[in-house]
């Protein structure tokens, strides 16, 4: 729904603060600092409404994916990363009318702050919450205005690297208060929400992009993990670059992601080779395997993709059937795991494909 920001929490991009030296101690905020709400238009409540239902499906998003991420960091080795477990955005993030709305609907200003945090994360732990201002990380205050993802990404990638915990300053109720933020370390994939309604999710390697359609298709948090969990063993099994669809299913999401997609994009298989039957097979065997080791329910994957392929087959263009047509193969792949999972629980085995 957005546009790309740095990358550097958990999830997808980052974080940005205030430009002078924070105080040693919590300060009222002066009156000056609270930017006015611009006058409230028809169009400008409906794009406020509009930015508040898409930020309420990327916090789904972001809560079903947090195990996922955290709880498979050995499963992911070179894809695992030190990661802060939260996101942030500041007005800039979104364009023309949506800058305006962000600030109706979000309080948003030029000051980034939290827009999400995931369970089980440092941040979680550490007490940050959404709409936490961010100003200063170990005393080096953060930068504001129109590309303070950007450059925040690049005081944060150094600290995340070295340190364990990371002291924050951040604004909160008017007053700023420290908070020191261990580290998270996690799958370091990006999930993204997709501003269409077609029913798929795509993966290019790094990311995990989930359609606001397919979020209304799975209901339920199991579900929606079944979804997450396919796409990041597609990125571990690095069947992106195999296929050679990097750039293609890259391209894809960053249309996805915007406020604004063009939709002409999705006339057809938008590029999008459909992926064979042994990738298919392969990726859902790990998917289980990390479905069981984030806690989910790994019995009912099977009847979801039975479902979603009867209810959008193959035939149905640019459907996520349609990238993955080799259902059986894929519910084969799924049965064998499920009952290897279940042997190696009742062992008391490690959780390892």
């Keep these: 729904m957005t ?3 740095a990358l550097v929490g958990l999830a997808a991009a980052l974080l940005a603060g205030c430009a002078t030296k924070p105080p040693a101690g919590p300060k009222v905020l002066p009156p000056e600092a609270v930017e006015a709400k611009p006058a409230l238009t028809p169009r400008l409540a409906q794009a406020a409404d509009y930015l508040t239902t898409m930020a309420g499906l990327q916090d789904r998003l972001y809560q079903v994916a947090a ?3 955290i709880q498979n960091a050995e499963l992911c080795k070179s894809h695992s990363r030190n990661l802060l477990g939260f996101t942030a955005k500041n007005r800039f993030s979104y364009p023309g009318e949506y800058n305006e709305a962000a600030h109706v609907a979000f309080g948003m200003g030029d000051q980034l702050q939290v827009t999400g945090v995931l369970n089980g994360s440092g941040a979680a732990r550490a ?10 990380a170990e005393g080096k205050p953060l930068p504001t205005g129109p590309n303070a993802s950007t450059l925040a990404g690049a005081v944060f990638g150094p600290l995340v690297s070295s340190k364990a915990t990371i002291n924050m300053t951040i604004a909160r109720d008017g007053a700023q ?3 020191p933020v261990p580290v998270t370390r996690a799958c370091g994939f990006a999930i993204e929400l997709g501003n269409s309604d077609n029913i798929n999710s795509y993966a290019d390697g790094n990311r995990i992009l989930v359609t606001r359609g397919m979020l209304a298709f799975a209901p339920s948090n199991d579900e929606l993990a079944y979804v997450l969990a396919s796409g990041m063993a597609h990125n ?9 669809q990097t750039g293609t299913l890259g391209s894809m999401i960053d249309n996805l992601v915007s406020v604004r997609p063009d939709l002409s994009l999705l006339i057809g298989s938008g590029g999008i080779k459909a992926m064979s039957a042994d990738a298919d097979a392969a990726a859902e065997h790990l998917a289980i395997y990390l479905l069981a080791r984030a806690s989910y329910k790994i019995d009912g994957a099977d009847d979801f993709w039975k479902r979603l392929a009867a209810a959008y087959p193959a035939t149905v263009m640019n459907g ?10 894929r519910l084969n792949a799924i049965t064998k795991a499920q009952a290897e999972v279940k042997s190696k629980q009742a062992a008391r085995q490690p959780l390892v494909p």
């Design 320 to 329: 996520y059937v349609a990238n993955h047509p080799n259902t059986q193969a």
């Design 127 to 136: 007490g940050l919450r959404r709409g936490d201002g961010l100003v200063a």
């Design 177 to 179: 208060r420290q908070l």
């Design 3 to 5: 546009r790309k920001l």
């Design 236 to 244: 571990l099994l690095g069947h992106a670059q195999s296929m050679r």
């Design 67 to 69: 195990p996922l991420l």
